[in-house]
């Protein structure tokens, strides 16, 4: 529904048959309707709900640059460093953090200047290093059988946390997808506790929920204020470390036995994540997970 009628207030709720109804003018889609007056005033009042999968009005834009540097050595040394500086905003997308992806997240269709913003894979800092080392060890004899063809490989990520999309219950009965809150004057929306302090435990968010206030209240209806998403509300940093230990045989001309050991998270950094983005629930910004802890895998290959 067009959110110009918006500023009929509890009126949108009311039958199109009632006094108020009639005596306020709203038209009547055909003889013998009947349904509220936000049914009434759709553009085509004889269709309930739609849902549509992947169909939406959208637009995005990303900047960004990389800078690369690589670097061999005879020594059976190698590694490549990887740091990409980026923005990527539009139009908020279906599919991300906690929606589902079915439908369009737009609060408000009619305005889609007011829907631009940070798009929720944006990441503005992301530094990657791999790595990969053979030991110089044992180079012949039963030297070479024991410490020899050693090789340890690593890949380190440390990038920027996603932005959270926040919402709140919808109340408005204009039928769109969506309602997000107000933000509160100049007040932080974070609540600056880092991954480092953050104790659920002691009831600790994300958020700042006194910077939010619901945008519906004593029966005025209207739009939050807040954007879908915040730079300043993300997801905590993403810190990993994961490392690989490789051993090869040489059993015959073609034939080679390898052991292997992989770590993943191998320091078991603990990082909180899938925050409550729903301002209306009372759990609002704290933390619903964690990361996957240290992984080790252990393997054996025959190559022939």
Do not use: C
Not at 75 to 94: E, H, Q, T
Not at 116 to 130: E, G, M, Q, T, W
């Amino acid at each position: 529904m067009d959110p110009k009628h918006l500023s009929l207030g509890q009126l949108l709720t009311s039958n199109i048959n009632s006094a108020a109804a009639r005596a306020a003018n709203i038209p009547i889609p055909w003889g013998g309707f009947n349904g509220s007056v936000a049914q009434a005033l759709r553009a085509y009042p004889q269709y309930l709900t739609l849902t549509s999968q992947q169909a939406k009005i959208a637009a995005s834009t990303y900047h960004g640059a990389e800078f690369k540097f690589r670097k061999r050595f005879a020594s059976g040394f190698s590694f490549d460093l990887s740091y990409v500086r980026s923005k990527a905003i539009g139009l908020n997308a279906p599919g991300y953090q906690g929606f589902g992806g079915l439908d369009n997240m737009l609060q408000n269709h009619y305005d889609l200047r007011a829907e631009r913003s940070l798009l929720s894979y944006d990441i503005p800092n992301a530094f990657v290093a791999h790595y990969i080392y053979t030991l110089p060890f044992g180079k012949s004899g039963w030297r070479k059988a024991l410490l020899g063809d050693w090789t340890i490989s690593g890949i380190h990520r440390y990038q920027s946390g996603y932005p959270l999309q926040l919402s709140m219950n919808n109340l408005l009965p204009i039928f769109n997808r969506v309602l997000r809150p107000d933000l509160v004057g100049s007040v932080d929306p974070s609540s600056g506790i880092g991954n480092a302090d953050f104790d659920p435990g002691r009831g600790d968010r994300v958020v700042n929920p006194r910077a939010f206030a619901s945008p519906v209240t004593g029966g005025v209806f209207r739009f939050g204020n807040m954007g879908p998403t915040l730079d300043a509300l993300r997801q905590f940093p993403v810190l990993q470390e994961d490392f690989v230990l490789t051993k090869r045989f040489a059993l015959r001309e073609s034939t080679v036995f390898e052991i292997q050991s992989q770590f993943f998270n191998a320091f078991n950094r603990h990082r909180f994540v899938n925050f409550e983005p729903n301002f209306s629930s009372p759990n609002f910004g704290a933390a619903r997970g964690t990361n996957l802890p240290r992984f080790i895998q252990l393997g054996a290959k025959v190559t022939f």
